[in-house]
């Protein structure tokens, strides 16, 4: 049994407890003289004194005077650990079982049934949004040979006689260009539009071109899109 060791662990108690020697001493019906002789290893508290502080501490007696802590104290901290481990390893698995959720698109081809244009399109989804890419439009009609000083392409989605625009690409610049020149540099590139793809109905996607020539007259486009094959979510 060594005195100084069992001085250091009563001391380690107390201040683990916020107590003075003072108040630890009136704990235990002592003077704080006799306190800090216990912490120095200058003496030791008689057997009750030993078994109430063991009793308040959770620390078997032969633990105590041997200086070293209680296995049960011991075992709960390693429970505990484990606990924890566990929860955070299911956080994880959670978290990446979302994330690839979330990551997980079906692919759709969209297309026109416009003769004049022809496009590359395509719709990516999953359970709770969708992607919309556009490009490489291209004119075909073969017609509209016009120089316009102004160009807007808007996407846009019509459900029951309202239309929604989604994106747009326009043209202002000082000179005038034609029609297939203004589409090489379209593209639309939406990404997490709010709609699913079970949403989209025949249609109901379009690409809107309004050309303003340098008299003021404005020619206008409507191509529709749609999916290659009903979505299926």
């Known amino acids: 049994m060594d005195q100084e060791k069992i001085g250091k662990l009563i001391k380690e108690i107390r201040t683990s407890q916020k107590l003075s020697q003072q108040k630890f001493a009136e704990k235990y019906g002592v003077t704080y003289q ?3 002789k216990w912490e120095n290893g200058k ?3 008689d057997i009750t004194i030993l078994k109430q502080i063991c009793s308040d501490n959770n620390i078997s007696l032969d633990d105590f005077l041997e200086a070293k802590p ?3 104290k011991k075992s709960k901290k390693i429970f505990i650990i484990i606990f924890i481990i566990i929860i955070l390893i299911l956080i994880i698995s959670l978290l990446i079982f979302t994330n690839k959720k979330e990551q997980s698109f079906e692919f ?6 416009c003769n004049n244009f022809n496009l590359y399109g395509s719709l990516a989804y999953n359970d709770e949004k969708s992607s919309i890419y556009i490009s490489n439009i291209t004119y075909c009609g073969g017609d509209d040979n016009n120089k316009y000083k ?4 808007t996407l846009y989605e019509t459900e029951e006689n309202t239309k929604t625009k989604i994106s747009s690409y326009n043209y202002t ?3 005038s260009i034609d029609l297939e020149t203004f589409l090489k540099d379209v593209e639309f590139n939406v990404d997490n539009y709010k709609k699913t793809c079970k949403i989209y109905k025949e249609n109901s996607l379009n690409l809107e071109i309004d050309a303003i020539d340098e008299n003021g007259h404005t020619t206008s486009y409507k191509i529709p899109l749609t999916p290659e094959e009903n979505c299926i979510n």
Do not use: F
């Open 150 to 153: 102004e160009i807007n392409c």
């Open 173 to 175: 610049g000082e000179e």
């Open 34 to 36: 006799a306190v800090s």
């Open 43 to 45: 003496n030791m508290p």
């Open 108 to 113: 759709k081809t969209l297309s026109t049934a």
């Open 70 to 72: 209680s296995k049960s």
